[in-house]
């Protein structure tokens, strides 16, 4: 059965760093298209950032553009989300979903994803 799992989150101050973590259990995450999306309560969960399986294609949404950079550890069987610069704003779960392919222009929109991880928590405070 293949799963997904977020890791690395916590808490860390505004203008500080974190990096959060994609892994997969029962396949290769090379093999799928990972996208990285975000919640706070009463909202949608909203698109930040993804990679596609084949090219290694990557968007980000405003929001992360010069910010965050996603990226894939082969190594480690990985799809990382480096964030710099963080806002108190950034404060949300974070999910990591999969795809097999994905059109990059749909690539940030949550229900084209077949399957999510149960999320992890990002705070950024003042």
């Known amino acids: 059965q293949v799963q997904f799992q977020e890791s690395g989150g916590g808490v860390v101050k505004s203008g500080e760093s974190l990096t959060v973590s994609c892994t997969a259990s029962g396949s290769t995450l090379a093999y799928w298209s990972v996208g990285w999306f975000r919640q706070v309560p009463g909202k949608e969960r909203e698109g930040v950032s993804c990679?596609?399986?084949?090219?290694?294609?990557?968007y980000y949404a405003d929001s992360a553009k010069g910010r965050f950079t996603i990226s894939r550890d082969s190594a480690k069987n990985t799809v990382d989300l480096q964030m710099n610069s963080l806002k108190v704003e950034d404060t949300a779960v974070y999910y990591c979903?999969?795809?097999?392919?994905?059109?990059?222009?749909?690539?940030?929109?949550?229900?084209?994803?077949?399957?999510w991880g149960p999320g992890i928590q990002v705070t950024v405070a003042s």
């Open positions: 979903a999969t795809v097999e392919a994905i059109d990059q222009s749909r690539c940030v929109i949550p229900s084209w994803y077949d399957y």
């Open positions: 990679i596609s399986a084949g090219n290694g294609e990557t």
